[in-house]
């Protein structure tokens, strides 16, 4: 199993950026998948949760800007970003739980990253 995040970029103050996640390869099922973000020195931080029925949950430092959205036919999450601050520059990482085919529980994955870069 496999999740590739992508969309990140540069954009300035005030912009919006969509980033996508795509989980691939033997998967039974996904449960909840998140978004998270890190900055160099800082502890990872937790952006956005969807579960597999569509409840959202957000970080406080996001909420009203950030949308979090799934495809379960396509294994994929989005980020749509908006009203983008300088303080929303990080790296942003993808995970989800994930039950393979023929497995005997959910396990925890995570994409690569994406960075997204706010200018002012």
């Known amino acids: 199993v496999q999740l590739q995040a992508s969309g990140g970029g540069l954009v300035q103050v005030g912009g919006s950026l969509r980033l996508s996640c795509a989980a691939s390869g033997s998967i039974s099922t996904i449960a909840a998948m998140r978004w998270y973000r890190q900055t160099p020195g800082k502890q990872r931080e937790l952006v956005a949760t969807?579960?597999?029925?569509?409840?959202?949950n957000y970080g406080d430092s996001v909420k009203g800007r950030f949308t979090v959205s799934r495809e379960n036919a396509k294994n994929t999450v989005y980020l749509r970003m908006n009203i983008l601050k300088p303080e929303d520059t990080a790296v942003y990482y993808c995970n989800a739980d994930v039950w393979p085919l023929g497995g005997r529980r959910f396990y925890d994955y995570w994409g690569q990253g994406t960075q997204v870069t706010v200018s002012s």
């Open positions: 969807i579960t597999a029925g569509g409840t959202t």
